[in-house]
Every structure is written in structure tokens, then in C-alpha cells.
């Protein structure tokens, strides 16, 4: 094989090139991926085959198109079947063809940059021009311009006239009539053109394919981060509930160890306050009284605290009855009225005529109003007044409810209410005083007295009722808690808290 300089066309042997980009490509931005992109992965194949098409099928000279890797994506060739298919049928003429074929296919084109080509010549006097794909300073793949015959041949490369076995070169020469015959000048002006639509494919593409990339890895990248930080608050919340449960436990198990000795020191007292030990003096039963009423708080502090655990722990079931507010609301009363006539407060009950019964857990709706009420009275001055009160309340939940499963604008409710005249509660605690070992003051000056428990197990018992609970406030003027209570839907109610 020989290659012939020519004066417009370097020769691949020369490795000289030329320019062709103009202004058709401009600087491209460098690669921002690390690996490699092949073009087979880059182009939609078909569609590039079709532009293509449309060049051969216009200029009549063939063009096939390699990845970087030598495979063959796009062949389309024309006019040169029977001059090659006339060289391959001699022995020697396909032993040459072999190994220009081969050579063009495997060329790497060591250092041509954008825009350059190198020309490729038969030995039969055809020509070939290859020109590199790249993108960002990587090699993509090549195309392959031709064969032509340029302008300035007029006869067969002379080795053909060496060709055995009665090879005709002038039968060959015949065949050229079908090839497209180009000075080379059109050439480099029809392969600019090519070369400007390749570029343009290919730099869409690879934007394209680099935008999807990195849309990719910026995804996978998150939700590595993401899985990672799950896994962390899944260990978290698994430490936590086992925290949570053991809490739980000893709350329980401490509770029920306190209660009883207390229970006996509340006996033993009220039997001296009784005489059975024998007479006792004014100071003396002073004393014991105290005793007993310290030891009477404490027991309801262990009584909350239990039943906290209890509900945590999900072992508190509710027993249900028919109910009639207002014997319950005396109930209830009864209980701080010791309190509240210290404090000269005046209570007061007030009940809709013609309330109907409510299916509840009637120690639970009991508690909850005391626990109420035992506030009320300690949060409330000297010479105040306190109303408990009972009637049906038709509208809205305030909150959508468990699973959203409740809500209708006209749900019947039993309402009870707490007001009290007493300090209030800030604006921006009333959430708040519904969390467990929650206190409006917390300091440890504070002046009353509590655990913080009292409004976390009537939430938890009004909510198991599939209630609702919420606090309206005014400082320094009073506090109104309602507690909702669905008269409908009881038969749906579960029986545990
Ligand atoms: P405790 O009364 O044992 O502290 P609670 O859960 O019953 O716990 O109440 C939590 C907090 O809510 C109280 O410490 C208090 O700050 C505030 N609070 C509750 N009821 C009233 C009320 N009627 N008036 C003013 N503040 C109240």
C-alpha cells in the first residue's frame, strides 16, 4: 500500500491535519464524567444512520462510522461495489484490501485533535478521508469518508497492473464510472458540513447523557445519605424503645413497690387519728394528720405515675357502661371540695337539660374530670370560681382525628368543660401542657405543687374514647379544658387505652 502526499491533503503517514471545526464547534466544555462514553452508547444509533443516509445520498460517496473500539456502527456505501468486488475476487487484490481494511478500522489517530482528518489512499487509486469523533479531549470513535476518486487520477494505482491471474486494470478503470469523482476541495467543503452536524449530534448527546448522569449519581448520592441517616434513627428509635419500654417497667415495678408500704403508713395514721392507739394530744394529731395528707398526695402521684406506665405500656383496657354526666360530675367534685374551701372557692355544676348517657369507662371519665379539677382549684387564687359542666356539642373535630377517620362537620359530642378564674396558661404553652412531665414553670422555686402528668392520661383517656381534649386560656383571667367525647361510633371504640 502506498500513499501519495498531495498538496490540500495530508497523508495519514505525515500525520499532518487540517483544521475543519471553523466556527461549527467552538471550545467544548471539558468531560465531567471520569469513565469513557463510547458513541455506540451516546447516539440513537438509527437515527444517526438516517443522517448519515442523507449524506450519502446527496454527495453519492459512502460513509461508515466506528466506535472507539473498531465496532462498526454505521456502514453506507456507494457506486464502489464493483471495483471492489472486482479487486477482491484476485488473490492478491483481497490479501491488499485485508489489510487496508484492517488498518483503517484500527487507525487511533494519535494526537488529532477536534477538527482534524487524515486522508487514506487504496492502492487501487481510490481515497478515503477518516475523521475522528471527540468530545471533551476523548476519543469517541471515527467516521470513514469515501472511497472517491479524486479528480487528479486518471488511471488505476500502478500496483493493479502487477495483479496476477489476468487481472484487467482497464476493466477495473470502467467500474470507476459508478464512483463519485471530486476534486478534493469539494470534499473538504462537503465533509466540514458533515463534520458540523456530527459535532452538533454529538455535543447534544453528550449533554443529554451528562445532565441524565449526573441527575443520576446526584440522586444516588442522596439516597446513599438518605439510607445511611435512616439506618442511624432506625438504630436510634430501636435504642429509644428499648429505653422506653424498660422506663416503662420500672415505672410499673417501682410504682407498685411504693404503694403498698405507703398504703399501710396512710392506714396506721388514720387509725391514730381514730384512737385506736390510745389517746393522742391536739399537736400530736396535728402531726399525724399531715402524715397522712402527705402520704394521701404521694399515693396519687404513684397512682399517676402507674397509670402512665400502664398506658404506655398498652395494658390498660377500658371498661365501658352507660353513663349520666352530672351524678358523675358530683363525684368528681367531691373530691377537691376540701381544697377549693380553703381557698374560699366557689364550685359549681352546671348540666343541659335532657343530656343523654354516654358509653364510656366510667372511672377513666371520673379521673379525668378530678384531674381537671385538681388543677383548677391549684391553679386558680383565693375567692374564685370554678364550673364543671356538661352538655352536646354538634360540629367539627379541631383535629382530624386518628386516620382521619372522623371529622363530619355535624359529629354529636359530649362536651365537659373545666373553667376556672385562675392564673392562665400562656398562648404559647397550651400545646404543651398535654406532654408528659410537662409544668408551665418548671423552675425549682416553683410554687405548686405536681408531676406533669395529670393533662398526658386525660389526653391518652379522652383519646381512647376516640375523643378529643383542648384548652382555651387567657392569663392572669382563666382556663376552660373541653373534653370531647363522640356520642356516636361507641360500638367502634377498642378496649384498651
Ligand atoms: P401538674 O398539674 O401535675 O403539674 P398537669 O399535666 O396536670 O401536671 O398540668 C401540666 C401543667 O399545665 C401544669 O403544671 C400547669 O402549668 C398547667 N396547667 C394545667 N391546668 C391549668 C389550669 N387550670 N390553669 C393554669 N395552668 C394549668
Redesign the pocket.
Known amino acids: 500500500m502506498s500513499s501519495h502526499g498531495h498538496p490540500s491533503l495530508p497523508v495519514m503517514e505525515e500525520t499532518q491535519s487540517i483544521d475543519l471545526t471553523g466556527d461549527l464547534t467552538g471550545d467544548l466544555p471539558p468531560s465531567v464524567l471520569e469513565r469513557r462514553i463510547s458513541l455506540a452508547e451516546l447516539l440513537d444509533i438509527n437515527a444517526f444512520r438516517e443522517v448519515c443516509a442523507s449524506f450519502v445520498d446527496l454527495y453519492k460517496i459512502g460513509i461508515k462510522l466506528f466506535d472507539v473500539d473498531g465496532t462498526k456502527l454505521v456502514d453506507i456505501r456507494v457506486g464502489n461495489g464493483d471495483w471492489c468486488g472486482y479487486i477482491f475476487q484476485n488473490s492478491v487484490g483481497r490479501q491488499r484490501c485485508t489489510t487496508l481494511v484492517t488498518r483503517i478500522k484500527q487507525f487511533e489517530y494519535p494526537g488529532l485533535a477536534d477538527g482534524e482528518v487524515v486522508e487514506q489512499r487504496c492502492f487501487s487509486g481510490l481515497k478515503y478521508i477518516l475523521m475522528p469523533i471527540n468530545y471533551g479531549g476523548d476519543q469517541l470513535g471515527r467516521v470513514v469518508y469515501g472511497p472517491f476518486l479524486p479528480a487528479d487520477v486518471e488511471a488505476p494505482g500502478e500496483e493493479v497492473f502487477a495483479f496476477p491471474d489476468g487481472f484487467e486494470p482497464t476493466r477495473l478503470w470502467a467500474y470507476g464510472d459508478k464512483i463519485r469523482r471530486a476534486p478534493d476541495e469539494m470534499i473538504m467543503k462537503i465533509l466540514t458540513n458533515f463534520r458540523g452536524v456530527v459535532d452538533t449530534i454529538t455535543f447534544i448527546a453528550m449533554k443529554a447523557l451528562m445532565t441524565q448522569q449526573l441527575h443520576l449519581e446526584s440522586i444516588t448520592a442522596s439516597y446513599n445519605d438518605l439510607s445511611a441517616s435512616n439506618q442511624k434513627l432506625r438504630e436510634s428509635l430501636e435504642r429509644l424503645t428499648e429505653l422506653d419500654r424498660l422506663k416503662s417497667n420500672f415505672l410499673a415495678m417501682i410504682s407498685h413497690e411504693l404503694r403498698t408500704p405507703l398504703t399501710s403508713v396512710i392506714g396506721y395514721s388514720e387509725m391514730l387519728l381514730e384512737g385506736m392507739a390510745g389517746d393522742i394530744t391536739d399537736e400530736q394529731r396535728d402531726y399525724v394528720g399531715t402524715i397522712k395528707d402527705k402520704g394521701e398526695s404521694l399515693l396519687d402521684l404513684i397512682g399517676?405515675l402507674l397509670d402512665m406506665s400502664k398506658i404506655e405500656a398498652g395494658a390498660m383496657n377500658l371498661n365501658l357502661s352507660d353513663i349520666q354526666a352530672r351524678p358523675l360530675l358530683e363525684a368528681a367534685q367531691s373530691y377537691v371540695v376540701p381544697q377549693a374551701s380553703k381557698k374560699s372557692i366557689t364550685l359549681e355544676i352546671e348540666t343541659a337539660p335532657d343530656l343523654p348517657t354516654l358509653r364510656a369507662d366510667r372511672d377513666k371519665l371520673r379521673q379525668c374530670v378530678i384531674?381537671?379539677l385538681?388543677?383548677?382549684v391549684?391553679?386558680?387564687p383565693q375567692a374564685g370560681r370554678i364550673t364543671v359542666a356538661a352538655d352536646v356539642f354538634v360540629g367539627p373535630r379541631r383535629y382530624s382525628g386518628e386516620e382521619g377517620r372522623f371529622g363530619t362537620p355535624d359529629e354529636r359530642f359530649m362536651r365537659i368543660q373545666?373553667r376556672?378564674s385562675?392564673?392562665?396558661?400562656p398562648a404559647d404553652?397550651l400545646e404543651?401542657?398535654?406532654s408528659?412531665?410537662?409544668?408551665?414553670?418548671?423552675s425549682v422555686t416553683r410554687e405548686?405543687?405536681?408531676?406533669?402528668?395529670?393533662?398526658?392520661?386525660?389526653k391518652r383517656f379522652v383519646e381512647a374514647h376516640r375523643g378529643e381534649v383542648w384548652?382555651e386560656?387567657q392569663e392572669g383571667r382563666?382556663?376552660t379544658?373541653s373534653l370531647l367525647f363522640p356520642l356516636e361510633l361507641q360500638a367502634a371504640l377498642p378496649l384498651t387505652v
Open positions: 399517676s384531674n381537671l385538681g388543677n383548677a391549684k391553679f386558680t373545666v376556672d385562675g392564673i392562665g396558661i404553652k404543651k401542657v398535654f408528659s412531665f410537662y409544668q408551665v414553670d418548671n405548686y405543687g405536681g408531676t406533669g402528668l395529670g393533662l398526658a392520661i386525660v384548652v386560656s382563666g382556663t379544658f
